[in-house]
T-cell receptor, first 111, second 113 residues
Framework: NAGVTQTPKFQVLKTGQSMTLQCAQD?????MYWYRQDPGMGLRLIYY???????DKGEVPNGYNVSRLNKREFSLRLESAAPSQTSVYFC??????????FGQGTRLTVV | GENVEQHPSTLSVQEGDSAVIKCTYS??????FPWYKQELGKRPQLIID?????GEKKDQRIAVTLNKTAKHFSLHITETQPEDSAVYFC????????????FGTGTRLQVFP
């Protein structure tokens, strides 16, 4: 079992470019999350999905869109990247109020 | 919405001493409080969690206490070791009408030999 897999692991974008971060889980979990991690700011919730077909905004949703394609996959899209979106992005999954399992992270740099 | 505050942001202790990290939350409906450890360059991993119907939970050298009235919970690490050096995050979630999981801003713990 791979657990939670994120792609890509590293990415450099130019300002204004778009890209999609992919997250897939084989844990049969209902809930999936996207966080960004910046120094001194902790893990801030961007969007989450409590079940297939539903998505909700988190603490910092501006500049992002998400798609819960099916139970396994939850993607995060940056339509027009900005330097302020330079960060490490983590996908996480869990079932109910239990342990959340994280992917290995995507380090994104916007220049 | 839920807001989780975490203190201190950095903590340095001597090997063998105890370390305490404190968090407060704002949503009285929150009922699940996990703690995660993140080593440098790695993903966060759960070390202990507590639910709102329990006041304290222990697992070897780590313990978590919860005060629902004060909306406050703490992580206690005893007999610290150099391998405890990492960033620790608290979090809070509620199953009521949502499945949000909100994290604190993290505490960088350094344990000196």
């Amino acid at each position: 079992n791979a657990g939670v897999t994120q792609t890509p692991k590293f990415q450099v974008l130019k300002t204004g470019q778009s890209m999609t971060l992919q997250c897939a889980q084989d844990m049969n979990h209902n809930s999936m999350y996207w966080y960004r991690q910046d120094p001194g700011m902790g893990l801030r919730l961007i969007y989450y999905s409590a079940s297939e077909g539903t998505t909700d905004k988190g603490e910092v949703p501006n500049g992002y869109n998400v798609s819960r394609l099916n139970k396994r996959e939850f993607s995060l899209r940056l339509e027009s990247a900005a330097p302020s979106q330079t960060s490490v992005y983590f996908c996480a999954t869990r079932v109910g109020e239990t342990e959340a399992f994280f992917g290995q992270g995507t380090r994104l740099t916007v220049v | 919405g839920e807001n989780v505050e975490q203190h201190p942001s950095t903590l340095s202790v001597q090997e063998g001493d105890s370390a305490v990290i404190k968090c407060t939350y704002s949503d009285s409906a929150s009922n699940y409080f996990p703690w995660y450890k993140q080593e440098l360059g790695k993903r966060p991993q759960l070390i202990i969690d507590i639910r709102s119907n329990v006041g304290e939970k222990k697992d070897q050298r780590i313990a978590v206490t919860l005060n629902k009235t004060a909306k406050h919970f703490s992580l206690h690490i005893t007999e610290t070791q150099p391998e405890d050096s990492a960033v620790y995050f608290c979090a809070a979630s509620t199953s009521y009408n949502t499945d949000k999981l909100i994290f604190g801003t993290g505490t960088r713990l350094q344990v000196f030999p």
